[in-house]
């Protein structure tokens, strides 16, 4: 078995020691902003649908499922195309921040 400590010294004395720094980076691999939206669609996807057609199947096409499925499935693109569009302009947007550090750089 391997020990855990140097020989010669007690637990209290590696204890007492400060940990030894590291170079290791624990930012996170992907930024909490990313997180937040990709949640935000996914509820969105998960309830607006629903929500659309309990809200149309009584009140605006009298009972008709078949037009109020199509609304929720028409409201579930949406909430894709919407998506797809977000992150889209963020890759953009951080394509163009690249672009200009690159630039500063090479001057």
Sequence with gaps: MSARRPHGQ???????KPPTTSD???TPAVPSD??????GFTAAMAFLPIAMY?????????????????????TANVVLFAYIYVAWKEDQGDRQEAEK???KKAQ
Aim: hydrophobic share 45%; net charge positive; glycine share 8%.
């Design 24 to 26: 290791s980076d624990v």
């Design 101 to 103: 550090s690159k630039s």
């Design 10 to 16: 007690s637990y209290a004395d590696v204890a007492s």
């Design 34 to 39: 990313v997180i937040y939206k990709l949640l």
């Design 54 to 74: 309990f809200l149309t199947v009584k009140t605006i096409f009298g009972g008709n499922a078949t037009y109020s499925g199509i609304t929720a499935a028409v």
